[in-house]
């Protein structure tokens, strides 16, 4: 198959080849072998650096959804101004997710290691086995054991100062261990908008396993209090 041609067609702009050529000069990455995700506001491609497995996320320059991802990112107090360019755009959550893997990867461990950042590319640690990643938890049966290691991820991580904000059974990846992933919404517990996002977090988590029936209620009377 050619993906060449293929992933030309999906996201390669120019900068982006760009930023792509200079992470192989800089020999951080030597081959892209395949499209993994293609998401609303970023795809993710398996790429090679020798026999090692890559994750390599592409914010993508052209999206729909502008304004909606340009009022969330300036809710983060460390972002101070933004060119309004979509490519600016992209780079400013590729930088953010990048930031942000790196402070989770210390507070948490399971999140995959970020490496390096290029304008709109992050590279980090692939999860998964033979190019395919580790299943969304959406797709894995879970156990309240499953249940109390993310909810204390979360604190560690509210703790350490950090609010992931986009919490779903997609966000989550299930291998070894309970992996979190896709950071660009993440911001400082400080900011203005932190309590709220974390509560949101704690919610989505109680709402899937809740679902599942995995009993929670300790868990919601945490929230309840963390609410009054
Ligand atoms: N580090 C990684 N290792 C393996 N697969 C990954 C990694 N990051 C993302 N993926 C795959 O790509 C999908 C989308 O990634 P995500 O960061 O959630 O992007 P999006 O913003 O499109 O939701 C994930 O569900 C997973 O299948
Ligand atoms: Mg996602």
């Excluded at 090692?52 to 592409?58: P, S």
């Excluded at 709220?196 to 300790?218: M, P, S």
């Amino acid at each position: 198959m050619k993906w060449e041609n293929e992933i030309e067609n999906l996201v390669f702009d120019k900068r982006t080849l760009l930023n792509i050529a200079k992470l192989m000069k800089k020999g951080l990455l030597d081959r892209i072998e395949g499209i993994v995700s293609q998401g609303k506001e970023a795809n993710v491609f398996l790429g090679k650096q020798g026999e090692r497995e890559i994750a390599v996320k592409i914010y993508r320059s052209e999206t729909t959804n502008f304004q909606n991802r340009m009022k969330y990112l300036l809710q983060d107090p460390r972002i101070k101004k933004v060119k309004k360019t979509q490519y600016d755009l992209a780079c400013a959550y590729a930088s953010r997710e990048f930031k942000n893997l790196q402070i989770a990867h210390q507070l948490i461990q399971d999140v995959p290691q970020p490496f390096h950042h290029e304008g709109n590319v992050i590279l980090m640690d692939f999860l998964g086995k033979e190019g395919i990643p580790y299943p969304q938890l959406m797709y894995e049966e879970v156990s309240k054991q499953d249940f109390q290691d993310l909810w204390e991820k979360l604190w560690r991580l509210w703790e350490g100062g950090l609010v992931h904000a986009d919490i779903s059974e997609y966000n989550i990846l299930k291998g070894p261990r309970n992996y979190i992933i896709d950071w660009g919404q993440g911001l400082p517990r400080k900011s203005e908008m932190g309590l709220t996002y974390f509560k949101r977090d704690l919610q989505n988590l109680i709402r899937f396993f809740k679902k599942r029936g995995i009993d929670v209620e300790e868990a919601e009377s945490r929230l309840r209090a963390l609410e009054s």
